[in-house]
């Protein structure tokens, strides 16, 4: 592809529409041209005005534009995704048994680990992502050999998407003894320190979080700990945290995947802990599950950064995963009940890292001259609808390369 | 006791003692009340000279309080005055019925007799003024009735009753409308019956039948609802719909209730305000073994609760001891009222509302013209008499001291 | 009373009444004791044989005798028992109490002793003859509150036995107490208490191992206060049973209140109750209710040992309670609707610290011939009765000595 080249008939939002009683009944947009160059949004022309220079022009037809996505916690190291159909084993000592499980099919699955992880890359990218967090196991059985596959797909993707690797001891991190194997990792190129569960993992709440904490000081890495331990156990550990993330000084470096323990408590007590979440800039990542959802709106409103992610897409732990983000933020919105426009299109801020075409007040807040054209181009009239409706996504570009799906010579649905 | 007499050196409660805007104690005072034909027709501050040469009997100080109310208990179901005996397990309701229709008949002590041996417990406590409910049904006829009766006739001038013709094996399912009607017509004033949806089996017909019975009569309503859940909820509703349709607001009371502890705060808010609007009333027990409805809210939407002791060691229940006092203490421990000022409002809900302070701290009770009945407690206040279940000395009734004495009176060791 | 007697026309439980293989009633019978030196030496069914003796004989009245009571949770040195009536402070949390408490406690200890006094004379006169209460060990009164408890035991020396719980009330490690709590160890507190080591200390590993280590350090038993909910409290529980294995610390660890086994599944709590009942961990409950209590019925089923206690109370935590533990065990039979004769006889174990006067098929397991001649006097039929209605009771006598109410069974009975 070209370094420069225009994106015309582009539809953008411009602000929302209102009735007499100023309530918002729909989003207004326009058609818009937009140069990209040098893998950013270089100009943005409204359809009235004429373009002058001479490069290539690719007309989508008034598709619509919303920033890129992002994947904030997937386990692209350990997967049947790519291979043949597999049930999961039924799990008779819940955590322990997958535990077992994995320390027999981890090994199991390497030769494939490096050719299936590149499988899902495909996947999410063609459902819009172009940011992955993923956790990678580090465990006494598998090593490094985990880490080394997923360095290696995502290095042949590294004009594709952007990522992060979280350094993931899931078979408990003082448990299965892996702190050095942790450390060894954070060194091989690791981004973040992971953790799980130190109640009900590594029994010993005190120390396995100070560990995660000293080895992210060590590294100036931020931390990522999967913490599923519930109600007030999962209350409990999270204030813990947050106390040794401030005594650190590790604001706005943290973050919790999962939180389910914020689905057992009451408001009172959820709102306390997002309070001191949002004060020490510790986000959540959650995966939206249909039976313990966590109180997205509530953390929202106390100022938490709540992002989303697939966890998994099939794989020894759960045959359901999608890897669609868009269906993740639909999701979430019908869990909430945000039916109508402005509550639908502001759903989005999940899974772009807070960014949405418009802010809450209705403002035009994206895209800008200068901001990195990651784009996902889809058939819908506005980010409500897409959001909603699970817009087909019609293509992905990423600094300015297309990564899934074609901008050229396509017949659109005729939004 | 003389129809004119002083009561000397009673003890009144007068106001709240603040610190910084914070009640810290109730502040008594000792009076001195003129007995006139049962009602006190002179208040005067201990200190005030008496110049006339009327008797006089001395309460030494004791706090007086007025009379209790017993909202709901069974005089013709107590084993009392008989022997020990404990329950029979059984596995329905329906099955203990049908053992109760066998047992009670069998007893050797007379349906008089044990209802004698309950009502001067009940006095004793402090309750004068009794709504007892009795069994009517096809294999009893009306004796229970005129059991009762002729137990509450020796008891006339010591307290007040009304009796409750109750349907106990079920309004429609029992065949009892007749002889209902028989009841209402000989002397019992309120119509009582039992869950129409689990014991009758037709809500909206049993309910009709009820309402029927009590405007025939011109007859209040008090009717048993254990059923839970939106069961119970429904028919409450129900009721109140109905009871508005006859004009009967605030003649209709339902003991138990218990349907309204069981749905969400949310839902128990909405229905609240449907019984405060249809002037229907909730008794209850206090059960420790079941969830019960949340008094606090319903006392906060206005909706009148008074407390009753129920089943006192009978073919239901080996436990009870008759003592209101005890259970509006058990009421204000389960709610966690242990401030001066819940405490001492908590004895509203045993005496129909009667309180010496009013909410603000102003001395509502007694005035002169009120009825010369009351207990006189060997405590400092009423929130102390209700946390410490305080020894009822004496009580007196209409002028009549009924139960206790002022004579002989031991310093109390502290309880 | 006299150093050897005989007391007769003492009511005993004898067995049971089956019908339809059902338990229906309980059977009693008048029985003469021989008592000498505070031990009951002979026992006679009372019709069998006529008394000859020309030694002293005191008539019991046919008053029914019970196992003497065991209060096993209370704080003698909180109660205003003895003061002016007092209400309490609502507050919203456990830490917010402290912060009152502390305010208090210096106020509080010079009257220490009388209000000690207080309550033991109320928890015998319910027929306890043992206490094990908690005594506040903190920076705020030292081991002042230790000092004053200690008086206030030895002056019923005789009427009651008891153990004394050093109670880091304010936290052990929040308020730095273990150099207080060793000194509390060194001057007559028996036992190592703990509070919270997750919602108050907020470190659980450290907060556990500190208080057990404290435990080994004085070869004592141990009685920790878990109020800490959910599966924070599971967490813990199931931390300090592993500690208790880890110290050889069998039957020697006790958990007050606990309530975290009655917020989990019950799937969860009975795995649990099984590991605490191999170690012989045993719970302490106040019988809440209004709150959440752990499952105590099937604790009691899979071998934890249950005891029940009043807590503190008439003091600034709660202005209930009333110290009869015979109404305590009452309250457990109402919570789980143990109604019938033989479910209502079961539940005295509960306050007697698990001694039952009959066994299942109705063998007389106490009294026996050797036990002490310690008992309740009750005016019941049988211990069902004394349960489901609180019977009055008469007199309590502790190793042959009465030492409350009496034995002529009017003017006792009257007396209350």
Redesign the interface.
Same mark, same amino acid.
């Given at each position: 592809m070209s370094q420069s080249y225009w994106l015309t008939n582009v539809r953008l939002e411009n602000g929302f529409t209102y009735n007499e009683n100023e309530t918002i009944t729909g989003t207004e947009t326009g058609n818009y041209h937009i140069k990209i160059e040098s893998g950013k949004i270089s100009s943005i022309l409204s359809v009235k005005e004429s373009i002058t220079d001479p490069d290539p022009q690719h007309d989508v037809h008034g598709l619509l534009m919303v920033p890129s996505f992002k994947e904030m916690h997937i386990h692209i190291d350990k997967t049947y995704y790519g291979g043949p159909w597999k049930a999961c084993m039924p799990a008779i000592n819940g955590v322990k048994t997958r535990i077992e499980e994995e320390q027999v099919l981890l090994p199991e699955l390497l030769p494939t680990a490096k050719v299936r992880a590149e499988k899902m890359l495909d996947l999410l990218l063609d459902f819009g992502s172009t940011h992955i967090r993923t956790h990678c196991n580090i465990d006494p059985v598998i090593g490094l050999k985990n880490l080394e596959a997923t360095i290696q797909a995502l290095e042949g993707y590294k004009d594709k998407l952007t990522y992060e690797i979280v350094a993931f001891p899931q078979h408990g991190l003082l448990r299965s003894d892996s702190v050095r194997l942790i450390r060894e990792a954070m060194k091989n190129g690791a981004n973040l320190v992971g953790g799980v569960d130190p109640?009900?993992i590594d029994?010993?709440?005190?120390?396995s979080l100070e560990t995660i904490m000293d080895i992210a000081v060590e590294h100036n890495s931020d931390i990522d700990v999967h913490l599923h331990?519930?109600?007030?156990?999962?209350?409990?550990t999270m204030q813990?945290l947050a106390?040794l993330t401030e005594d650190a000084g590790w604001q706005g470096r943290v973050t919790v995947s999962h939180a389910s323990?914020l689905a057992?408590l009451s408001v009172p007590e959820a709102t306390g802990i997002a309070e001191r979440f949002s004060e020490t800039g510790i986000s959540i990542t959650s995966t939206v599950p249909i039976f313990r959802t966590i109180p997205i709106p509530l953390l929202h409103e106390k100022g938490v950064k709540v992002e989303l992610g697939n966890d998994s897409i099939t794989d020894h732990w759960t045959p359901f995963g999608i890897g669609d983000n868009l269906e993740k933020a639909g999701r979430l919105a019908e869990r909430f009940r945000m039916i109508e426009e402005r509550s639908l299109a502001q759903s989005l801020q999940f899974i772009t890292g807070g960014v949405t075409p418009l802010n809450q007040d209705g403002v035009k807040a994206w895209p800008n001259v200068g901001d990195e054209a990651n784009i996902v181009l889809l058939e819908a009239s506005c980010s409500a609808e897409a959001v909603a409706r699970r817009a087909k996504r019609a293509a992905v570009i990423f600094r300015g390369n297309v990564v899934s799906g074609s901008i050229s010579s396509f017949e659109t649905t005729g939004v | 006791m003389n129809r004119i007499y002083w009561l000397k050196n009673v003890r009144l409660e007068c106001g709240y003692r603040k610190e910084n805007e914070?009640v810290t104690?109730t502040i008594t005072g000792l009076f001195h009340l003129l007995m006139e034909d049962g009602r006190i027709t002179k208040i005067v501050k201990d200190g005030d000279a008496i110049r006339d040469d009327l008797p006089v009997e001395d309460a030494k100080g004791l706090l007086a309080l007025p009379s209790f109310i017993e909202k709901h208990v069974h005089l013709d179901k107590t084993l009392m005055g008989d022997?020990?005996?404990?329950?029979?397990?059984s596995s329905s309701v329906i099955e203990r019925f049908e053992n109760e229709k066998r047992v009670l008949p069998s007893i050797a002590t007379s349906t008089c007799k044990r209802a004698e041996s309950l009502l001067e417990i009940l006095l004793a406590s402090g309750s004068a003024h009794i709504r007892t409910h009795v069994d009517i049904y096809p294999e009893a006829g009306l004796q229970n009735l005129e059991q009762v009766q002729q137990a509450l006739a020796g008891y006339s001038n010591r307290l007040s009753s009304e009796i409750v013709a109750f349907a106990q094996h079920g309004l429609l399912r029992s065949g009892s409308v007749k002889l209902v009607r028989e009841a209402l017509r000989n002397g019992a004033g309120i119509v009582g019956a039992v869950d129409p949806a689990t014991v009758d089996n037709n809500i909206e017909a049993s309910l009709v039948q009820l309402m029927d019975l009590a405007v025939e009569a011109n007859a209040d309503v008090d009717l048993h609802l254990h059923d839970p859940g939106h069961l119970g909820t429904f028919t409450m509703k129900r009721l109140a719909a109905l009871t508005k349709q006859a004009g009967w607001e605030g003649r209709v009371a339902l003991s138990h209730a218990f349907g309204i502890g069981d749905v969400s705060r949310e839902e128990a808010y909405e229905l609240a305000d449907i019984l405060r609007e249809a002037g229907i009333s909730i008794v209850t027990s206090v059960p420790? $073994?079941r969830q019960m409805p949340p008094v606090d809210l319903l006392h906060e939407r206005g909706v009148e609760v008074s407390v009753g002791n129920d089943n006192i060691?009978d073919v239901w229940?080996?436990?009870g $001891?008759g003592d209101i006092l005890e259970r509006a203490?058990?009421l204000?421990?389960?709610?966690?009222w242990?401030?001066?000022v819940?405490?001492s409002r908590t004895l509203g809900y045993i005496t129909g509302g009667k309180t010496p302070l009013d909410d603000k701290g102003n001395q509502v009770w007694p005035k002169v013209g009120d009825a010369g009945s009351l207990v006189l407690i060997d405590?400092?206040?009423s929130?102390?008499a209700v946390?410490?279940?305080s020894e009822r000395k004496a009580v007196i009734y209409k002028g009549n001291l009924v139960s206790g004495s002022l004579y002989k009176q031991k310093q109390s060791?502290?309880? | 009373m006299n150093e050897a007697y005989w007391l007769t026309n003492v009511t005993l439980e004898s067995g049971f009444v089956f019908e339809n293989e059902r338990i229906d %009633?309980t059977k009693t019978a008048t029985y003469n004791m021989y008592i000498k030196n505070g031990i009951i030496k002979d026992l006679q069914l009372a019709s069998t044989m006529p008394l000859k003796t020309d030694g002293p004989v005191h008539d019991a009245g046919k008053l029914l005798a019970l196992p003497p009571f065991k209060e096993m949770h209370n704080h003698l040195d909180k109660t205003y @028992?003895?003061l002016?009536?007092?209400?309490?402070?609502?507050v919203p949390n456990l830490i917010e109490r402290l912060k009152l408490e502390a305010k208090e406690l210096a106020e509080l200890a010079e009257t220490g002793q009388l209000r000690a006094e207080?309550m033991l004379?109320?928890l015998l006169s319910g027929g306890a003859t043992h206490v094990r209460t908690h005594v506040n060990i903190d920076p705020y009164i030292g081991t002042k509150n230790l000092e004053e408890i200690q008086r206030a035991l030895y002056r019923f020396k005789g009427k009651m036995t008891y153990e004394i719980v050093a109670f880091p009330q304010h936290g052990l490690l929040r308020t730095n107490s273990k150099g207080l709590m060793r000194q509390a160890m060194k001057e007559g507190a028996s036992l190592v208490g703990g509070l919270d080591p997750?919602?108050v200390d907020?470190?659980?590993?450290?907060s556990l191992y500190e208080m057990v280590d404290l435990a080994v350090e004085f070869d004592a038993d141990i009685d920790i206060h878990i109020h800490?909910?959910?599966? @924070?409290? @599971?967490?813990t529980i199931k931390?300090l049973a592993?500690l208790i294995d880890e110290a050889g610390w069998k039957n020697r660890a006790a958990i007050s209140h606990a309530f975290a086994l009655g917020?989990v599944s019950i799937g969860e709590s009975n795995e649990l109750a099984s590991e605490l009942s191999n170690l012989g961990i045993a719970i302490m409950s106040t019988v809440p209710?209004?709150r959440v209590m752990p499952p105590i019925d099937s604790l009691h089923e899979k071998g934890v040992h249950v005891a029940l206690g009043c807590d503190g109370f008439?003091d600034s935590w709660?202005?209930?309670g009333?110290g009869d533990m015979l109404e305590k065990a009452?309250?457990l039979?109402? %919570?789980?609707?143990w109604?019938?004769?033989y479910? @209502?006889s079961q539940s005295l174990q509960f306050i007697t610290g698990g001694v039952k006067t009959l066994d299942h098929e109705g063998n007389r397991l106490w009294p026996k011939v050797g036990n002490d001649a310690s008992m309740v006097f009750v005016d019941?039929?049988?211990a069902?009765?004394a349960i489901?209605? %609180?019977s009055t009771r008469a007199a309590v006598m502790v190793d042959g000595n009465l030492v409350y109410g009496g034995l002529d069974r009017e003017s006792a009975l009257k007396s209350n």
């Open positions: 109640a009900t029994e010993n709440i005190e120390r331990d519930p109600d007030h156990l999962g209350l409990f813990r106390s323990g057992d | 914070r104690g022997v020990w005996r404990a329950c029979t397990p420790i $073994n060691f229940s080996p436990l $001891n203490g058990r204000a421990e389960r709610f966690k242990i401030d001066e819940s405490l405590a400092s206040c929130a102390e946390a410490r279940r060791i502290e309880r | %009633r @028992l003895g002016p009536w007092k209400s309490c402070t609502p207080r004379q109320l997750g919602g907020n470190n659980i590993e450290a800490d909910p959910g599966h @924070l409290g @599971l967490y931390k592993s917020d209710i209004n008439y709660s202005p209930f009333t009452g309250r039979a109402e %919570r789980y609707n109604k019938d004769e479910a @209502l019941a039929s049988c069902a009765e489901a209605r %609180r």
